[in-house]
């Protein structure tokens, strides 16, 4: 097997990689089963997996698409987990565009919650866009989540409802 050095020239340079190499082979944990800091396992899930089994201290996160320029914007709504089951650990946005704001660019929202106990409860998400309801923001979700009003002007059908997705969580 050939490898490339990018430190051409320098003596030093294999030293260096042998150092690296070493760390990547013997890792940088803590020499226990706990992920470095001490924060428990996440686990990710796809947003249509409506079903999830969990364990104590178990960490997970659902991630949906969301463009704030389009007024199109997911929450977490009624109902909300049992909290002697399930915590929200909260949500970060990642842009498309990476840490440069583009307008019209949109990016990822994702959930992230913590298995507390055994039991099983059911939370929702609520996606919303611009024709689906009104009087929300990024922050705070519409009063009612039925569809929104239909416009008074032009024969328009009415709107339609915004997208719920309960999930089930199993916590053994």
């Given amino acids: 097997m050939r490898t490339a050095s990018i430190f051409r020239g320098s003596r030093g340079g294999a ?4 150092v690296a190499l070493l760390a990547l082979a013997t890792g940088c944990g803590s020499g226990t089963d706990e992920p470095a800091g001490g924060s428990p396992s996440t686990v990710s899930h796809p947003v249509k997996d409506t079903s999830i089994d ?3 201290g178990e960490r997970f996160t659902l991630t949906v698409d969301q463009n704030v ?3 199109e914007y997911w929450y977490l709504v ?3 987990p049992d909290s002697s089951v399930l ?3 909260g949500q970060e946005y990642a842009s498309d565009s990476g840490d440069e704001p583009v307008p019209g660019a949109g990016g990822r929202l994702t959930f992230t919650f913590e298995a507390k106990g055994k039991g099983t409860t059911r939370f929702t998400l609520l996606h919303c866009t611009f024709t689906t309801c009104q009087g929300n923001t ?6 009612t989540t039925g569809p929104s009003a239909t416009p008074t002007t032009g024969a328009t059908a009415p709107a339609q409802a915004p997208e719920r997705i309960t999930y089930t969580v199993t916590v053994d």
């Fill in 15 to 18: 030293a260096v990689a042998a």
């Fill in 54 to 56: 969990s364990r104590p």
């Fill in 69 to 71: 320029s389009t007024r």
């Fill in 78 to 80: 009624d109902p909300k």
């Fill in 87 to 89: 915590v929200s650990r």
């Fill in 138 to 143: 990024s922050t705070r979700p519409p009063e």
